[in-house]
């Protein structure tokens, strides 16, 4: 059985600080790893997916994501938050040979000016 | 511009009353899905279907039924079954057929509430 968790459910940073939201998965197999972001009364839009290919992933935004084995990690960074990365972001998880795809509970990430 | 559509963006539902959401997209994706999202508790799979005519139940499919009779549309049926619908729905779709290493591509949601 494959699992997420996200460490905490509220981040709250300031303008310009870094960003740092935990996720750690849990997978029988190796993991495809995924980060959405959820801007309020929207769907969601990928933010980076880890697929094997490399340990450091660049995504959009500025954000990165660095896949971690031995820790089971899968965190997110952002090495300068803005006030427009104020949204809920979500880590998920699926395997090679199955089907669904498994979301977090999803941190909130305040921005303070 | 290609994209999933969902309408409407808020509906209400009176006691016993069955109400469908509508999905759509125009990016010629096998793939799609409806998904439940309620505060703290991320998303979680209503149904989804890999291909026309074809769906399966996901992890919370009591109270829902769907259809997928043509590629671009997977409407989603609440009934009255559905004894707690409150929550925020969201349509995906993905570009095969639901592959483990694909994107899924969202709609910006219904959000349903009761009357």
């Known amino acids: 059985a494959q699992s997420v968790t996200q460490l905490g459910s509220h981040v709250s940073v300031s303008e310009g600080a870094l960003v740092l939201l935990r996720c750690n998965y849990s997978s029988s197999v190796p993991p495809y790893l995924f980060w959405y972001v959820q801007y309020p009364n929207q769907g969601l839009q990928l933010l980076l997916k880890?697929?094997?290919?490399?340990?450091l992933v660049k995504g959009i935004n500025g954000f990165e994501a660095e896949f971690k084995k031995s820790e089971t990690s899968f965190h997110l960074t952002k090495p300068s938050a803005h006030m427009s990365d104020a949204a809920e972001y979500f880590c998920?998880?699926?395997?090679?040979?199955?089907?669904?795809?498994?979301f977090g509970a999803g941190t909130r990430l305040f921005v303070k000016a | 511009d290609g994209g999933i559509t969902q309408s409407p963006k808020y509906l209400f539902r009176k006691e016993g009353q069955n109400v469908t959401l509508s999905c759509e997209q125009n990016l010629n994706h096998d793939a799609m899905y409806w998904y439940r999202q309620d505060p703290g508790q991320g998303l979680r799979l209503i149904y989804y279907s890999q291909i026309v005519n074809d769906f399966q139940k996901g992890d919370i499919a009591e109270g829902y039924s769907v259809s997928r009779e043509k590629k671009e549309s997977f409407p989603l049926t609440v009934t009255s079954a559905q004894k707690n619908p409150t929550a925020f729905y969201l349509c995906a779709s993905s570009p095969g057929t639901g592959g483990f290493q694909e994107t899924q591509y969202f709609g910006p949601g219904t959000r349903l509430l009761v009357l």
């Open positions: 880890y697929t094997s290919a490399a340990t």
């Open positions: 998920a998880v699926s395997s090679f040979g199955g089907f669904k795809t498994i």
